[in-house]
């Protein structure tokens, strides 16, 4: 039985596994491509490693892609085949990849909970947690988190500048900008290509407003992003915003064909419908378009990816984004049969089940009846989830684009009170006022 870096019994005697299942492990944290080539060594070295099937499964589930999961299952079972000298901490993560494929995600943080009680140094289970936690709308639970195991963490360990990222995107959705900040810059100053500190870091320039701030801090970090994985397009969306805030459209529109929907990118290329990459893309288009800018057929592509998941809900949050794409073309039927297709899936008993027949179908019917122009049925169907759609995953910056639906209906609709509704509502939790915010300062202008 060998240890990783941390420290941690692994369930094989195999140095060379041991070795690359450390790399994997690092690239996963620091969202490089070379993850899965190092998880493949690793295997390749122990296939009896379960550990390492683990991480595969994982590295499926985390894609978000209904048409994964049975690789995941796979993996699974191939873990369970291997459980003769698994350790406890390995059989927790074994249960954990079990209730991620059954749908039971409360399950799932728990036990991810109990192996960071236990293991505090296990960054894979603390990572998955802050991860999954984020996507389920709960940034309460990534603060507490990352607050139980700090204490136990120093420069002296590997991940600690991911520990100091995590803090940092945590506190920064807490709205503890100060805190955000300052641990944001410090991983940067222990790794200048820890991704997950710079995007940390840009929501809070964004937040507060700093917008050449976070267009310089982008570029003067760029170069360090060499075999960077997609969050690197999330990044250029992210300074596609800052500039979008400064109307600066052509360089938004630059960063979208050039940057975060390069569709001649070898990134792109490999994964074309990622689910992060699908809502940067829809969600800068939606704004686009409602500042006036005629986004040509940019929408296509993403209409046609659109077609194709139709039936996957995996990703609540995303749907939305799908339906952005379906309806901007005019796909009226293909909008009918994801609407269908959500019915059935969120008549089922699971969270997320409901999450989508609750949450995120209402958002996709007001979809739908904005872009028909009824603009009151599509408040309608809005009003009674207001309050729910931060449910849906997405931090404060992605959750912009569905308030701003909700905007956008209010004013065509003439509704005074909604447009005051909404206006409140983005004001008591953003620091900057809607009245210096350009998805905002037209309707902040009209009930002033």
């Given at each position: 039985?060998?240890?990783?870096?941390?420290?941690?019994?692994?369930?094989?005697?195999?140095?060379?596994?041991?070795?690359?299942?450390?790399?994997?492990?690092?690239?996963?944290?620091?969202?490089?491509?070379?993850?899965?080539?190092?998880?493949?060594?690793?295997?390749?070295?122990?296939?009896?490693?379960?550990?390492?099937?683990?991480?595969?499964?994982?590295?499926?589930?985390?894609?978000?892609?209904?048409?994964?999961?049975?690789?995941?299952?796979?993996?699974?079972?191939?873990?369970?085949?291997?459980?003769?000298?698994?350790?406890?901490?390995?059989?927790?993560?074994?249960?954990?990849?079990?209730?991620?494929?059954?749908?039971?995600?409360?399950?799932?943080?728990?036990?991810?909970?109990?192996?960071?009680?236990?293991?505090?140094?296990?960054?894979?289970?603390?990572?998955?947690?802050?991860?999954?936690?984020?996507?389920?709308?709960?940034?309460?639970?990534?603060?507490?988190?990352?607050?139980?195991?700090?204490?136990?963490?120093?420069?002296?360990?590997?991940?600690?500048?991911?520990?100091?990222?995590?803090?940092?995107?945590?506190?920064?959705?807490?709205?503890?900008?100060?805190?955000?900040?300052?641990?944001?810059?410090?991983?940067?100053?222990?790794?200048?290509?820890?991704?997950?500190?710079?995007?940390?870091?840009?929501?809070?320039?964004?937040?507060?407003?700093?917008?050449?701030?976070?267009?310089?801090?982008?570029?003067?970090?760029?170069?360090?992003?060499?075999?960077?994985?997609?969050?690197?397009?999330?990044?250029?969306?992210?300074?596609?915003?800052?500039?979008?805030?400064?109307?600066?459209?052509?360089?938004?529109?630059?960063?979208?064909?050039?940057?975060?929907?390069?569709?001649?990118?070898?990134?792109?290329?490999?994964?074309?419908?990622?689910?992060?990459?699908?809502?940067?893309?829809?969600?800068?288009?939606f704004r686009l378009e409602r500042q006036g800018v005629d986004v040509g057929d940019r929408w296509v592509e993403l209409a046609d990816k659109a077609e194709a998941r139709i039936g996957d809900c995996l990703s609540a949050f995303t749907l939305p984004h799908w339906m952005m794409a379906l309806t901007a073309t005019g796909r009226t039927e293909?909008?009918?049969?994801?609407?269908?297709?959500?019915?059935?899936?969120?008549?089922?008993?699971?969270?997320?089940?409901?999450?989508?027949?609750?949450?995120?179908?209402?958002?996709?019917?007001?979809?739908?009846?904005?872009?028909?122009?009824?603009?009151?049925?599509?408040?309608?169907?809005?009003?009674?989830?207001?309050?729910?759609?931060?449910?849906?995953?997405?931090?404060?910056?992605?959750?912009?684009?569905?308030?701003?639906?909700?905007?956008?209906?209010?004013?065509?609709?003439?509704?005074?009170?909604?447009?005051?509704?909404?206006?409140?509502?983005?004001?008591?939790?953003?620091?900057?006022?809607?009245?210096?915010?350009?998805?905002?300062?037209?309707?902040?202008?009209?009930?002033?």
């Amino acid at each position: 039985m060998r240890k990783d870096q941390h420290g941690l019994t692994l369930s094989t005697d195999s140095g060379t596994a041991v070795d690359a299942f450390d790399r994997a492990t690092q690239s996963y944290l620091k969202y490089r491509t070379d993850a899965g080539r190092h998880l493949a060594a690793a295997l390749k070295a122990d296939p009896a490693f379960a550990l390492g099937h683990v991480m595969r499964g994982y590295f499926a589930m985390l894609s978000y892609n209904q048409a994964n999961v049975s690789t995941a299952a796979e993996a699974l079972a191939d873990a369970r085949a291997h459980t003769r000298r698994t350790t406890t901490r390995e059989a927790a993560h074994i249960e954990a990849l079990s209730r991620w494929i059954d749908g039971e995600p409360d399950r799932m943080l728990d036990i991810w909970e109990a192996i960071v009680a236990e293991h505090p140094h296990d960054v894979l289970a603390f990572r998955l947690h802050h991860f999954s936690a984020f996507w389920l709308g709960r940034p309460a639970t990534m603060q507490a988190a990352v607050e139980r195991v700090f204490p136990h963490w120093s420069d002296e360990l590997p991940g600690w500048g991911m520990v100091l990222a995590c803090r940092s995107f945590a506190h920064e959705e807490a709205g503890n900008y100060g805190l955000a900040e300052d641990s944001g810059r410090r991983a940067i100053e222990v790794d200048p290509g820890d991704l997950w500190a710079a995007h940390a870091v840009a929501h809070v320039l964004e937040m507060q407003g700093r917008r050449g701030e976070g267009i310089d801090w982008l570029k003067r970090l760029e170069p360090n992003w060499a075999g960077a994985a997609n969050l690197k397009h999330h990044l250029y969306w992210h300074r596609a915003m800052f500039h979008l805030e400064r109307r600066e459209i052509e360089q938004a529109l630059s960063l979208y064909d050039n940057g975060f929907r390069d569709l001649n990118s070898q990134l792109t290329q490999a994964v074309p419908d990622l689910y992060i990459d699908v809502q940067n893309a829809a969600s800068m288009l939606f704004r686009l378009e409602r500042q006036g800018v005629d986004v040509g057929d940019r929408w296509v592509e993403l209409a046609d990816k659109a077609e194709a998941r139709i039936g996957d809900c995996l990703s609540a949050f995303t749907l939305p984004h799908w339906m952005m794409a379906l309806t901007a073309t005019g796909r009226t039927e293909a909008a009918q049969r994801m609407l269908e297709a959500m019915r059935a899936f969120g008549r089922g008993n699971g969270p997320n089940e409901r999450l989508v027949g609750r949450v995120a179908l209402p958002v996709c019917e007001a979809l739908v009846a904005h872009r028909a122009g009824q603009h009151a049925e599509a408040l309608a169907l809005l009003r009674p989830v207001i309050g729910d759609m931060y449910l849906l995953g997405g931090s404060h910056a992605q959750q912009d684009v569905l308030e701003q639906l909700y905007l956008d209906a209010a004013m065509k609709a003439d509704s005074a009170d909604d447009v005051r509704l909404i206006l409140e509502r983005v004001a008591g939790r953003h620091p900057v006022p809607p009245s210096r915010r350009i998805g905002w300062a037209a309707a902040a202008h009209c009930l002033h």
